[in-house]
């Protein structure tokens, strides 16, 4: 059984004292702020439109309305997303979902302003088990749980990789649980989500997603970003046009587990 090493955290440094810098940032024009998610299961979609704030804002980024947007599979399906009449800048398709293996693209226009971009969908990943045991590093090691999941890289593909895990429906996010199978490919794997303690009683839930290049490098620069002390860039994009965020479809495989 391999150990998945390959997973990028998102980690702050703390020190003993802090200083407070101001910084005398010139004001950039607003983008448009795109983040398409599309998954495998009917209802499970969204494609939130935004405007990027100014830097010494309240950080309320305004909602994109009126947009036409669209999805367009391999086989020329094409698949409208109107926006939620109850929720400004979110748009949905309720009987849209990811098929495997397949190559989707996405069409939004916003007053003239076109944005572009393609994704291709991997086979479905499979969660294999989840294990729990006492964390090495709580204080407290009959209270404390570290939550591992096991499963078998697809052989047939060049496959990269994110974990998302919720403890009582709130997911832990203070961590980028992201890797590939370089190191791995077609083997059985093991891998901890480090950062995301479970105790007695709690609900754990998890949920394994395929991505392409285009999105692994997506979340691999905004990680590298949070955790860097210079000044960060804007993540690699998938988008064509004068936006920031990223598109994709992806397949995805979850499980539960209840901490006895």
Not at 82 to 95: A, I, L, Q, R
Not at 132 to 144: R, W
Not at 145 to 164: A, G, K, Q
């Amino acid at each position: 059984m391999k150990n998945f090493w390959v997973f990028i955290f998102s980690v702050l440094v703390f020190t003993s004292c802090e200083k407070v810098i101001d910084l005398d940032l010139n004001e950039a024009e607003s983008r448009i702020v795109v983040e398409a998610v599309l998954k495998d299961g009917p209802g499970n979609n969204s494609i939130k439109l935004s405007y990027t704030s100014a830097v010494y804002t309240d950080q309320s980024f305004d909602k994109i309305s009126g947009a036409d947007v669209r999805v367009t599979d391999k086989d020329g399906n094409e698949y409208i997303f109107p926006e939620d009449p109850y929720v400004p800048g979110f748009y949905t398709n309720p009987s849209f979902e990811v098929l495997p293996q397949n190559d989707y693209s996405l069409y939004i226009n916003i007053g003239g302003e076109i944005i572009t971009s393609q994704c291709h969908s991997f086979a479905k990943p499979e969660i294999d088990s989840i294990i729990y045991y006492a964390s090495p590093f709580a204080v407290n090691e009959d209270t404390a749980h570290m939550v591992e999941y096991f499963s078998v890289d697809n052989v047939n593909e060049v496959n990269h990789y994110r974990l998302r895990i919720w403890i009582n429906s709130e997911e832990q996010t203070d961590y980028y649980y992201i890797g590939n199978d370089d190191f791995i490919n077609g083997q059985s794997y093991n891998a901890p989500f480090f950062g995301a303690d479970a105790y007695k009683g709690d609900t754990v839930f998890i949920e394994l997603i395929t991505l392409d290049k285009a999105n692994y490098t997506y979340l691999y620069t905004l990680s590298s970003n949070e955790s860097n002390s210079t000044a960060p860039a804007n993540p690699t994009s998938n988008l064509e046009g004068n936006a920031i965020g990223y598109f994709g479809a992806f397949s995805t495989d979850t499980m539960t587990v209840v901490i006895e």
